[in-house]
């Protein structure tokens, strides 16, 4: 110890500590991050390293143009690392990625990849970067979901893009909140966690996963009731019920005049 | 005539007091009559004379559409209860089951899920409201475009216009009792548009709600105006306009043997009667078929009144659309600057909500305009004269150009009401649809003025070529010499009365008054009076027509060979 305090007025002394400072804090760090690394990769349900190799030769094949040859993104599109698998099972899973073309936003259309493949391209995307994992079938189950708290609560965080029956809505700019009828639940909870195109992020310290499953309880209880009062016209509320009554309405209460 | 020429004898009264009828039913009658003079009622209406034509249905729809309004109105009544008490949902609809929600809300969904024939009843009285505005809508296009609203009908015409704004306070208020999310959206407009009123508007939001929006009172109050208050006054207004419309009589389209003095067409004891009724049970019949088979208003979706979310779609019924349109329509920014400012005062300032206030001029001007327009348009002509006959649209250009210019004013509003829905059915950018309506509403009412004026003119001129020319009969005729010439068919004679029966007045020029003198008034009148009537095709004179009819017999003897035709066709050469 004699020694350590006899070199303390060392001129090196001040940038040996600054080192040790800076070893320290870079050691703990990468130690933590591949901690949390490795937890990632184990809530990425223990995705085969053959599944993240096949991912991988599907994303440079079908994905690497935009997002990048390490999915370090490009000017055409972003970064994946981190998106997480919930990303992926979402924009793959409903057909909007890969993109048909560019516009306001990725438009639904029938799926390009089977669910073994877009497992494979989310086991990848998983192995690049923390993020959102695929939800567990526990969170899908809406026999456990409540769906009068679920409405309640799409109602104050949802209804005002998807509109209140959930039949979609419009955004600036031609971008648009899509219609959930029909969606599946794994899909619905993959958005809310990832907030794909223009939708924000509802984490799980905003919304716990409980009442992610409330909210689509409530979802699949709407879809599955039909439509108490008859046709729907659309759920799309007074416009559409005006257009009606101009258009078929007027048709038919003239139409005995026209003899 | 003098006093003595009395209808019966004195003989005569008392034998018709003495008279016993012989049956037991007419006994009864007999009775009744006596006490309610029902034959004098009889004799009076049931010879009452109305014209036949299709355009004339939509006052009546209307009025059958409040009948309905009523009655399922009452049946409404017996389950609806307008208070807002806190209550617990405990019914039938599992997604609301245990929410906290007002009474009103509560017993209207009640009335959709719990009461028999309760959702068909609401849906019922729903759609019944939106066909009775747009009967009332169509109803008032018709009189406009037809001037039926010329004297001496302008109090009836502003009668009329009373009855569409009741139709509109009635909708209004009647779509705002449920309580849900979408009605107490549109009482924070109205509340927001109060409070944008500089000064007073904080105590008009207090003084409607009771308190701070949405406070406990307003729904109990919109109640009282929805049930009583506006259903009487709309049933003293049509009680008024159809007391007029005896009055006046009924107009009628031209055609021949219809005069400014006569109605041509069937008496209404037993035609009108028996056709009346049976469409009344069509209006209702078509009603109810909607009503049973598409959804208005789904309140269950909207859930129980919360001043916090907006849902997407939130829009009013069609007749608000408009008002919610132009609100949509105003900018709040022009580049950078905010149009919204504030009015320093030692109280602290008082902000003016100009992006509120401004768009409910064009509103209040357009229904100003629609109100007083019967005098706008006989200053303007200087037309003092009875019409009973209507216009045909074609023949009275400019007016008919002013009613299609404001129908795209109120339709770019409409639209805009419903831009978000626009956009997303469309694939269309919402900002592009307010920016490029910002210039439409200008713009376009403008292009329909121009462009109905000059469809208006040249269906005119074809129906000079019509009386003149006759009709194209599609029937090619080669000549003996080699000539082709398509056979022409002449109107007939009721067709040729509808065609050349109009009046086409010449612009009058300033009129000096008693003293002799131009006023400055009078001269703007006589600008306007030339820009309504500068441009005009007069209908085809008695001479006009006779030299056609000449005409068409030389046409006729042109077919005297080959020669003839040669020799005239080189002296028209030279």
């Given at each position: 110890m004699k020694a350590l305090s006899q070199k303390r007025r060392h001129p090196f002394a001040g940038v040996a500590l600054l080192l040790l400072g800076l070893l320290i804090t870079g050691g703990l760090y990468a130690a933590a991050t591949t901690i949390n690394q490795a937890q990632a990769s184990q809530e990425a349900d223990g995705y085969s390293a053959a599944d993240v190799d096949e991912g991988e030769r599907l994303f440079v094949a079908n994905c690497a143009t935009c997002h990048g040859i390490n999915a370090e993104g490009t000017d055409a599109g972003p970064s994946l690392i981190g998106v997480g698998a919930a990303s992926v099972d979402f924009q793959v899973g409903t057909g909007r990625m890969p993109m048909q073309m560019h516009g306001p936003q990725a438009q639904e259309k029938p799926r390009q990849f089977n669910d073994e493949q877009t497992m494979q391209l989310a086991a990848y995307v998983a192995s690049l970067g923390a993020g959102p994992a695929v939800p567990d079938d526990e969170y899908l189950d809406v026999d456990q979901g409540d769906p009068a708290r679920g409405g309640e609560l799409f109602r104050i965080n949802c209804a005002m893009c998807h509109n209140a029956a959930a039949a979609g809505g419009a955004l600036t700019e031609g971008k648009y909140a899509p219609s959930l009828h029909g969606v599946e639940a794994r899909h619905i909870y993959g958005a809310m966690v990832t907030g794909p195109q223009n939708m924000p992020v509802f984490s799980d310290s905003n919304i716990p996963p409980e009442d992610k499953r409330d909210i689509i309880a409530f979802l699949k209880t709407y879809d599955s009731q039909g439509t108490p009062g008859g046709f729907s016209l659309g759920f799309l509320g007074p416009v559409s019920e005006g257009l009606f009554i101009w258009t078929g309405g007027l048709a038919v209460l003239i139409a005995p005049w026209s003899g | 005539m003098s006093a003595t020429t009395e209808k019966y004898t004195e003989a005569q009264y008392l034998e018709a007091e003495q008279y016993q009828p012989a049956t037991r039913t007419g006994r009864i009658t007999n009775y009744v009559d006596q006490r309610v003079g029902g034959t004098g009622i009889v004799r009076e209406f049931g010879r009452k004379i109305f014209p036949d034509h299709w355009t004339f249905m939509f006052g009546e729809v209307a009025l059958y559409s409040f009948v309905i309004l009523i009655l399922s109105g009452t049946f409404l009544t017996f389950w609806f209860d307008p208070s807002m008490a806190s209550t617990r949902y405990d019914g039938s609809y599992a997604p609301l089951q245990g929410l906290e929600m007002s009474t009103a809300y509560a017993t209207a969904l009640e009335l959709s899920f719990d009461v028999r024939g309760g959702l068909f009843m609401r849906q019922l009285h729903h759609w019944a409201a939106l066909l009775f505005v747009m009967a009332m809508s169509i109803h008032m296009l018709r009189v406009f475009f037809t001037g039926a609203f010329r004297k001496p009908r302008e109090l009836n015409w502003v009668v009329g216009c009373a009855l569409l704004i009741m139709g509109l306070a009635a909708g209004f208020t009647g779509y705002s009792l449920p309580d849900e999310v979408l009605s107490g959206n549109g009482l924070r407009i109205i509340d927001g548009m109060m409070k944008a009123i500089p000064v007073v508007g904080t105590y008009m939001s207090f003084f409607l709600f009771g308190g701070e929006f949405p406070g406990g009172e307003v729904i109990p109050r919109l109640y009282v105006l929805h049930i009583m208050v506006i259903p009487a006054l709309i049933l003293v207004l049509i009680a008024v306009h159809l007391f007029m419309v005896v009055t006046h009589k009924h107009t009628q389209y031209p055609?021949?043997?219809?005069?400014?003095r006569n109605v041509v067409g069937y008496p209404v004891g037993p035609v009108y009667a028996a056709k009346a009724g049976g469409f009344f049970f069509i209006v209702f019949g078509i009603l109810a078929v909607i009503s049973g088979t598409f959804q208005i208003n789904a309140l269950w979706n909207y859930g129980p009144y919360d001043p916090s979310p907006v849902q997407a779609g939130a829009q009013p019924d069609w007749y608000i659309g408009p008002f919610e349109g132009v609100l949509r329509l105003m900018p709040g920014f022009v580049g950078e600057i905010p149009l919204e400012f504030v009015i320093p005062t030692p109280w602290g300032g008082n902000s003016v909500a100009t992006p509120v206030l401004i768009p409910m001029i064009p509103i209040a001007v357009m229904f100003l305009v629609m109100f007083i327009w019967p005098w706008i348009e006989a200053w303007i002509t200087g037309d003092k004269k009875e019409h009973h006959i209507l216009d045909r649209p074609r023949n009275a250009p400019t007016r008919t150009a002013i009613g299609a210019a404001s129908v795209t004013f109120y339709c770019i509003m409409w639209g805009m009401g419903s831009n978000d829905l626009i956009a997303t059915h469309f694939m269309l950018s919402l900002n592009d649809i307010t920016y490029w309506s910002r210039v439409l509403i200008f713009v376009g009412p403008v292009i329909a003025f121009v462009l109905t004026k000059r469809i208006c003119l040249s269906l005119q001129r074809k129906d000079r070529e019509t009386v003149l020319h006759g009709h194209e009969a599609g029937v090619i005729e080669m000549l003996p010499h080699g000539e082709f010439r398509e056979k022409h068919t002449r109107p007939s004679d009721y067709e040729l009365y509808t065609l050349v029966a109009f009046e086409s007045p010449a612009p009058s020029g300033p009129q000096p008054n008693a003293k002799g003198k131009i006023t400055r008034t009078e001269k703007l009148r006589a600008r306007l009076n030339q820009w309504f009537y500068q441009d005009r095709v007069e209908p085809v004179s008695r001479e006009e027509y006779l030299e056609a009819l000449e005409h068409d017999h030389h046409g006729d003897g042109h077919e005297g060979g080959l020669e003839a035709t040669d020799r005239r066709s080189i002296e028209a050469s030279h």
């Open positions: - | 055609g021949p043997g219809r005069t400014e």
